[in-house]
């Protein structure tokens, strides 16, 4: 069965430094996104990406954010400097289409700044 | 409260019991989402019910919908060890967004 998949699954980084999370969403699938999980917290959604396009974002993703799909498999989250704040699981996820489907997520980035 | 909101926030029950776990929001939804996590570890989709639906089953799950409530339950029938996880509702809302608003989740014990 087709899964999300997600490197690396632990990284760990010192405040200021430059982090890119990997995803390689399932191959027939049209959306994708990124959500965190602080510890302890509720996963939350970050960023919708369609068509080569953010099409939806929250308020943490901030201009030290940004998201890449550079070749037809991967999608990437790119953290410019990270701050010990931006510690957390960091989830990507997909779908085929639209706002009815199931999104299928990763098993997790787990990001660690020191 | 936030959107999706689950009860109770811990439930440990005995292998063989029924689990339910309930889930409210505030704002007007597309659909639902159960999900399962197990410590540390990824979101493994359980089941999505639509607005339009009532109840959905799959397998030992028993998902229903009250959109007049805002309200929906998770019913894990004859439950095992192996189910001993957190459980999450999310919401995806109405129109054309498709960001998923997920609660706090309810941790299932179930002891052998």
């Known amino acids: 069965e087709p899964e999300v998949t997600q490197t690396p699954s632990h990284q760990v980084t010192q405040m200021g430094q430059e982090v890119i999370l990997r995803c390689v969403p399932i191959?027939?699938?049209?959306?994708f996104y990124w959500y965190r999980q602080i510890l302890g917290q509720k996963v939350e959604f970050l960023v919708s990406?369609?068509?080569?396009?953010?099409?939806?974002k929250s308020e943490i993703f901030d201009d030290q954010f940004s998201v890449e799909r550079p070749d037809g498999s991967n999608f990437t989250l790119k953290i410019r400097s990270t701050k010990l704040e931006d510690s957390a699981m960091y989830f990507c996820?997909?779908?085929?289409?639209?706002?009815?489907?199931?999104?299928?997520f990763g098993p997790g980035t787990r990001l660690t700044v020191l | 409260s936030q959107q999706g909101e689950e009860d109770p926030q811990a439930l440990s029950i005995q292998e063989g019991e029924n689990a339910t776990m309930n889930c409210s929001y505030k704002?007007?939804?597309?659909?639902l989402q159960w999900y399962r996590q197990n410590s540390g570890r990824g979101l493994v989709h359980l089941i999505l019910?639509?607005?339009?639906?009532r109840e959905k089953h799959s397998g030992r799950l028993r998902v229903t919908l009250d959109t007049s409530k805002k309200s929906s339950s998770l019913l894990i029938t004859a439950s095992r060890a192996a189910d001993t996880a957190s459980y999450f509702c999310?919401?995806?809302?109405?129109?054309?967004?498709?960001?998923?608003?997920f609660g706090s989740g309810t941790q299932l014990t179930v002891l052998p």
């Open positions: 996820a997909s779908s085929p289409s639209g706002s009815t489907d199931t999104q299928y």
């Open positions: 999310a919401t995806s809302p109405s129109g054309s967004a498709r960001q998923l608003t």
């Open positions: 019910i639509r607005s339009n639906e």
């Open positions: 704002t007007s939804i597309n659909n």
């Open positions: 191959s027939n699938h049209l959306y």
């Open positions: 990406f369609y068509n080569n396009e953010i099409s939806e």
